[in-house]
């Protein structure tokens, strides 16, 4: 039976609730299912699941929209139970729940009545179909038994037939038994005249004369047996020595800093300068309107309704919107972010999702499907890409300070992708904030790792914590933290070994890392460039983080970092698949080769870029 039946409004008021149901639900699976499924724009899917380990429940929950009216239908029900009247039970909720409905009403009690009498319906059916279903599969069951006995007694007929038919003579006049053989000796299946032909031939399958011939080559280039000479190939221009010129580098083409030798033969380098590029706001140019539904032209003009009736409709008004209508603008969208480089799977669920919350609407008066659909898009862009937390890291350093405990971020991801430079620029934003920063070297897997940490830590003369290599690097993480409360550091980053999402070892070992430390801040540095691959990179480290964990609530990651975002032009779609696969916001963005080239990801920036 359901749990629950829940009718509200977008905007949060809740209308109308049953709870005569069942009992009270476990944990918040409406607040999860809000958050997580209908502003992530998911609300297209058919149903979502709901797990309470720490309530012992598991619930699924099934939706349904009135756009016209802005109603949200939502059923919750134990997931052990199949119910198959659910979504009719929503279909006829919805139709006579907005038949009373009144913007400036807030009692629905006179609805309690009519909800039992459609529930009652809606089981009947329900009952009928599953009776149904069991007679046509017990029908199939019989009519598939009475074939095979009839397949059985023709088999048995042909037996007994052949059997009754032995002992007659072939062409030869030799006696055939009802085994087929022929005294005691199996006939053959093909004549006799027939292979020998096929041995005598030239052109058969099995010609001795062509193999012999073959053999006889040898791997040289002869006349072939038509008489075709084969062409002799051309030779390959071989590559020619570089000569490598022994002539000094000239100045000119020397950018290395400039640095003094001490009297103990350690290298001083010149402290790093320039603001950081997080403290400074990106103004985005605010195009006309008339860029923005260029594009979509040529998707209304190629519906079925045709370019003239729809002009007509958006003059007339008052045009329920139905899914085949959106279709031919929503496929140049999702044609358009694809292009893009947003992963083929999030552009067809996001179209799917702004499909659910358009269709039923009415369109208004001189109002092009187009636009409407693309002003959909946009606003669902901004939702997904707009965190749903707060991501003021200097705020939270500086809450964790009061308690006399540093500030822990670990830096994860694949290799190659840049987790120590982009730690350094962290480390040198941090400094412009007047906060003592500590460097952890917990890559002790990769060779040169240490040295290039170091490199950092003594451009920027920041202190590190380093143990060398072939150390547990959860070990190497935790007394370096016991070192930052020991020295008063405020913020403690920790550079960890790229691993591939795959490799089991290295990822159970940064499972132990974050377990074992509990970092307050877990952060994913992934490149701008890749794409699909990223959604791949993000789902299997989370997936990872979740099966190896070694309590109950699992740590997974908290925020991304997207570098080298400054080679990909217009290629931004990356950053919205790898926050719409996670969930989790982009707190940094990677854009140049300097310390100061790390600014925040400016949404608005993104969502017109994706749509331009």
């Known amino acids: 039976m359901l749990e629950e039946l829940l009718i509200f409004t977008r905007g949060g008021l809740i209308l109308w609730t049953c709870k005569e149901l069942g009992n009270a639900l476990k944990g918040s699976p409406i607040d999860t299912l809000i958050r997580s499924c209908l502003l992530e724009e998911r609300s297209a899917n058919v149903s979502y699941d709901y797990d309470a380990p720490s309530a012992g429940a598991a619930y699924t929950l099934k939706w349904t929209f009135h756009n016209e009216l802005n109603l949200v239908f939502v059923a919750v029900y134990q997931r052990i139970l199949r119910l198959l009247y659910v979504d009719d039970l929503l279909a006829a909720v919805k139709r006579d729940f907005a038949a009373i409905y009144n913007p400036k009403r807030v009692d629905y009690h006179d609805f309690d009545e009519i909800f039992r009498q459609l529930q009652k319906e809606a089981e009947a059916r329900a009952k009928e179909l599953r009776k149904v279903k069991q007679v046509t599969v017990r029908n ?34 030799n006696s055939v038994k009802s085994n ?35 053999r006889s080559k040898g791997g040289k280039k002869t006349s072939t047996a038509v008489g075709k000479v084969s062409k002799t190939e051309p030779k390959k221009a071989t590559k020619k020595n570089r000569v490598w010129d022994d002539s000094p580098v000239e100045s000119q083409l020397d950018f290395t800093d400039p640095a003094k030798e001490r009297e103990d033969g350690e290298e001083v380098i010149e402290a790093v300068r320039g603001e950081s590029l997080m403290d400074k706001e990106e103004v985005v140019s605010s195009d006309s309107d008339d860029e923005v539904d260029e594009a979509p032209k040529n998707a209304q003009q190629s519906s079925k309704k045709g370019w003239f009736t729809s002009v007509i409709q958006s003059i007339s008004g008052n045009t329920v919107l139905e899914k085949s209508d959106l279709q031919p603008a929503l496929k140049v969208l999702k044609d358009r972010l694809m292009t893009k480089n947003v992963a083929e799977e999030i552009a067809e669920k996001l179209c799917e999702s702004v499909a659910a919350s358009l269709e039923g609407k009415k369109l208004g008066s001189f109002t092009r499907i187009s636009s409407t659909v693309h002003t959909a898009m946009e606003e669902a862009l901004l939702r997904i890409l707009t965190p749903k937390r707060s991501i003021d890291i200097l705020r939270d350093v500086h809450v964790s300070k009061e308690h006399g405990k540093p500030y822990v971020i670990v830096f994860v991801g694949v290799n190659g992708v840049g987790k120590s430079t982009n730690l350094a620029k962290v480390a040198y934003w941090l400094q412009q904030h007047d906060l003592k920063v500590m460097m952890a070297a917990c890559d002790t897997f990769r060779s040169g790792a240490v040295e290039q940490l170091r490199t950092h830590a003594r451009r920027l003369q920041v202190p590190i914590f380093e143990k060398g290599y072939e150390k547990d690097p959860a070990i190497v993480a935790k007394e ?25 070892p290295l990822m159970r070992a940064l499972s132990k890392l974050i377990n074992l430390n509990k970092p307050d801040l877990v952060l994913f540095v992934g490149e701008a460039l890749v794409g699909n691959d990223a959604v791949d990179q993000l789902t299997k480290f989370d997936q990872k983080l979740a099966d190896l964990a070694m309590t109950p609530s699992a740590r997974l990651i908290d925020g991304i970092l997207l570098t080298k975002f400054d080679t990909i032009d217009d290629k931004v779609g990356a950053a919205l698949s790898m926050v719409y696969i996670s969930g989790s916001p982009v707190m940094f963005v990677g854009c140049g080769q300097s310390y100061a080239d ?5 949404v608005k920036s993104i969502v017109k870029t994706l749509l331009k």
């Open 140 to 173: 199939s069951g019989n009519s598939t038994i009475k074939k095979q006995g009839q397949a059985a007694g023709q088999k048995n007929e042909q037996r007994t037939s052949s059997d009754s038919g032995s002992g007659k003579e072939d062409a030869d006049g």
């Open 480 to 504: 370096a933290i016991q070192e930052a409360i020991h020295n008063r550091s405020d913020v403690v980053l920790v550079d960890t070994a790229g691993r591939m999402q795959d490799n089991e």
């Open 598 to 602: 790390l600014k925040k990801l400016n």
């Open 180 to 214: 087929g053989t022929m005294n005691g000796i199996k006939k053959p299946l093909f004549p006799r005249n027939v292979i020998e032909e096929d041995a005598n031939s030239n052109g058969g399958a099995f010609d001795v004369n062509k193999l012999q011939k073959l």
